[in-house]
């Protein structure tokens, strides 16, 4: 909203009364004023905005590198219960291999 001084042509301000000038001039002023106002209030709700959003933004941020690490726990655990499993499977073998000689032999 953009309040723009108004000024009297000098035509107008022939005639007239000081106190009727004066009086003019402090209505254009407090519109000024109001306008002002008006500006700084939505700069400062603009602000607090652009302020929650950065938090927001740190707050994620936080989020993600912390559930990186937990993916990185997780892989890992993945990975050490594949190698378990693949030793496991590789004894099964053996095992079944033994019993089935001992069995095959009768």
Do not use: F, N, W, Y
Not at 17 to 27: S, T
């Amino acid at each position: 909203m953009s309040v723009t001084a108004q000024k009297l042509p000098p035509a107008q301000m022939t005639g007239m009364e000081p106190a009727r000038l004066i009086d003019k001039a402090l209505i254009r002023l407090k519109k000024s004023i109001e306008g002002l106002d008006a500006v700084l209030h939505r700069r400062d709700r603009e602000h607090k905005t652009a302020k929650a959003l950065e938090e927001e933004l740190q707050v994620l941020l936080q989020d993600r590198a912390r559930l990186a690490d937990e993916l990185d726990h997780v892989k890992a655990k993945a990975s050490k219960l594949d190698a378990v499993s693949a030793e496991v499977a590789g004894r099964l073998d053996v095992v079944m291999a033994d019993i089935g000689s001992v069995l095959g032999g009768r």
